[in-house]
């Protein structure tokens, strides 16, 4: 290169670092502004982020003017290098003195920025510095938002009776509604002061008190147009409709101007438009007190508790079933429900010292009909009524108690039609669990109560341990807990009545000298009562099992125990009234007990070989062999003589023997591994 060359050369380069060097000036003034202003959009959403600081919070140290951390990064203008690519390239192909690459390669040397520190002001730079390894892009600012906090309102306390009274308007409604059931009880006293004193006839009074009744209903509908009028309405409404419905009463029941049958169809009339109108009007307290002073104020023009009052009454029932139905009141259904209930059940009480009529079982019956038929259709419009599982359960009182008052076992085909229908509605699987629990309930009462009934003697037990067995299996194929628990209560009355008439205890300990008026038909009955009661014994710790609500011996051996206990009677019992009724004498005693003694041991060496594996059996056999050695040496030495004391020593002897000495083969044979 000679002088010239080298004269340029050095004038270009001048120039070109130059230039580098007033666009790093630029560059370095660009940045403290736009560091300034990122600084305060920091701090500005910082502020607005951020929760403010309580009073109790520190006061944090202001920042030093120098940045503590890594910078942030510089957002790279457009406009700068596109003007740096706009001044004139030096070394440009046009340009004779391009001086050679290092490498020897003709072309431009490198750029001012290869080869040297990476500048650690750029964006790429601040974000290595920020991010984390093996992540492309910074993560955004995490700001910490306040967790929102769900207020509950605070319980609001009840109102007190104070309070209730001083509300405005309610002196007007108490007023009301007060005056309205004296006037309905002067009503009923003036009836029967004229009935007493004779004042005017008997027609003038009946006409007389529907007029003034009707006069009281249209009045109340006359105000109830308005507001303000609404509660003088009901009160005048309530009156009028009690009117006159006890006024077709007393003209059925004291002056016989209405049959019977005329008399329920008006009756029913005034009662249903009372309710109607309390439905459209949409006021519970209005039905409620119409039906309600009906139903108290009856059985005084009635004169006590009749077939006619229970009627009526069953009426009243009948008129609020459609509004009870649609409506959930239960002020209504309980007003309308349990009044025929109770008057039944008094009619039926007070028709049994006098002439007992068939009329009153009618009744009963109808009673206990129309019951479970409303509370069965109030169950299906709402599942969750209470009042309807009241109901459903209470109904049947009626024809159960009429059915107990009745001489002829034949008659308690009505408490048997009671059982099997609620025993049906027990059945129906998609109606409520406590509205069926309730019907199986008393079903299985009124079941008992048939059977008690219908039957005597040793079959009536016989017949309600099988009842049991029969609610056990139906307990474990629907799983019904309800059944386990009737399958229970009917057991233990039938094993209380075994021990006590059918197969009593001292059968099993006196000889049959001591017995009085046994007949051989009992032994039969007896040997019957047994079999079925330890098959009962069997079969119910098995459904509690299968239902899960008992659990495994080992974990649970107290119910277990009882039952092998009522097994073990109930086997004993068997085998002595079988040998009773072969030879009903003294050697069919001693023979019985022979083979009561030895059956234990094999039942006891049966368990032993079973529980092998299982420790509850296991320990239930040896408990077994230790009751069968108390009742060889404590009963049968004492009570047996000759070839039964012999044979119940030698028997058990032997099958003890046989059982130990086979027992430690089998158990070593269990215990060795193969």
């Keep these: 290169m000679d002088g010239q060359d080298r004269l340029g050369y050095e004038q270009r380069l001048s120039l070109e670092l130059a230039a580098i060097g007033q666009r790093l000036v630029m560059i370095s003034s660009e940045m403290r502004e736009h560091s300034g202003s990122v600084a305060t959009a920091a701090t500005a959403v910082a502020e607005v982020v951020a929760p403010p600081p309580g009073p109790d919070a520190p006061v944090s140290a202001p920042l030093p003017p120098q940045h503590a951390g890594p910078p942030r990064p ?20 046009g340009n004779a003195g391009a001086p050679r690459s290092p490498e020897g390669n003709e072309g431009p040397p490198r750029s001012v920025g290869e080869g040297q520190p990476p500048n650690p002001w750029s964006q790429q730079a601040a974000a290595s510095a920020q991010m984390p390894p093996g992540q492309q892009f910074p993560p955004p600012p995490q700001a910490q938002w306040p967790h929102p906090q769900q207020q509950w309102p605070a319980p609001q306390p009840r109102e007190t009776l104070f309070e209730k009274l001083g509300k405005d308007g309610a002196g007007a409604k108490l007023l009301a509604w007060v005056g309205g059931a004296i006037t309905v009880l002067g009503f009923v006293l003036l009836l029967i002061l004229a009935v007493q004193r004779g004042w005017l006839g008997p027609m003038p009074r009946v006409i007389g008190g529907a007029v003034f009744s009707g006069a009281l209903v249209g009045i109340g509908m006359w105000l109830h147009r308005t507001p303000a009028g609404r509660t003088g309405a ?21 002056y016989h101007y209405l049959s019977p049958g005329v008399g329920l169809v008006v009756g029913l009339a005034v009662a249903a438009a009372g309710v109607v109108l309390a439905l459209r009007w949409d006021s519970q307290a209005l039905a409620v007190t119409v039906v309600a002073a009906c139903a108290l104020c009856s059985p005084i023009l009635t004169e006590g508790f009749t077939v006619l009052l229970v009627a009526f009454l ?193 059968w099993l300990v006196d000889e049959p000298r001591f017995f009085n008026d046994v007949q051989p038909g009992d032994y039969a009955a007896g040997l019957v009562t047994a079999i079925v009661l330890g098959v009962f014994a069997a079969v119910l710790p098995w459904a509690a099992l299968k239902m899960r609500v008992l659990r495994e011996p080992a974990k649970h051996p107290v119910p277990w125990i009882l039952s092998g206990l009522v097994l073990l009677y109930g086997a004993a019992g068997a085998v002595l009234c079988a040998a009773l009724l072969v030879s009903p004498d003294e050697s069919g005693f001693l023979f019985g007990h022979s083979v009561v003694t030895v059956s234990w041991t094999i039942a006891a060496l049966f368990l032993l070989v079973k529980g092998i594996n299982n420790k509850a059996l296991r320990i239930s056999g040896l408990i077994l ?39 430690a083969k089998l158990v070593a044979t269990a215990r060795t591994p193969e």
Excluded at 74 to 93: G, H, K, L, M
């Design 234 to 254: 009901l009160a005048l409404a309530f009156t009028g409709f009690a009117g006159l419905y006890l006024d077709v009463l007393a003209a059925t029941s004291l």
């Design 314 to 506: 069953l009426v009243l029932k009948m008129a609020s079933t459609p509004v009870q139905i649609q409506r959930n009141w239960p002020g209504l259904a309980i007003a309308g429900g349990f009044g025929p209930i109770l008057a039944s059940l008094l009619t039926t009480a007070n028709a049994i010292p006098n002439d007992f009529e068939w009329t009153v079982v009618g009744v009963a019956g109808a009673t206990t009909v129309v019951g479970i038929a409303v509370a069965l259709l109030t169950i299906r419009r709402r599942p969750d009524d209470v009042v309807a599982i009241a109901l459903v359960a209470g109904s049947a009182l009626p024809a159960m108690f009429a059915t107990t008052l009745l001489d002829d076992p034949a008659d308690s085909m009505l408490a048997g039609a009671v059982a099997a229908v609620l025993l049906a509605i027990w059945m129906v699987p998609d109606l409520p669990r406590a509205f069926t629990t309730a019907a199986g309930a008393t079903g299985m009462l009124a079941l008992f109560q048939t059977t008690v009934i219908a039957l005597d003697g040793n079959v009536r037990t016989a017949i309600v341990l099988a009842e049991a067995v029969l609610l056990a299996f139906l307990a474990a194929r629907l799983d019904k807990k309800s059944a386990l628990v009737g399958s229970i209560v009917f057991g233990v009355v039938g094993f209380l009545m075994t021990v006590g008439q059918a197969v009593p205890l001292t």
């Design 74 to 93: 510089v957002t790279q203008y457009e406009s700068s290098p596109r003007a740096f690519e706009q001044q004139p390239n030096p070394w440009s192909q």
């Design 625 to 663: 062999v230790g009751a069968a050695v108390v009742k060889l040496v404590l009963f049968d030495l004492a009570a047996l003589d000759g070839v039964a004391r012999v044979l119940a020593f030698l028997g058990a002897g032997l099958v003890l023997l046989t059982a130990g000495t086979r027992y």
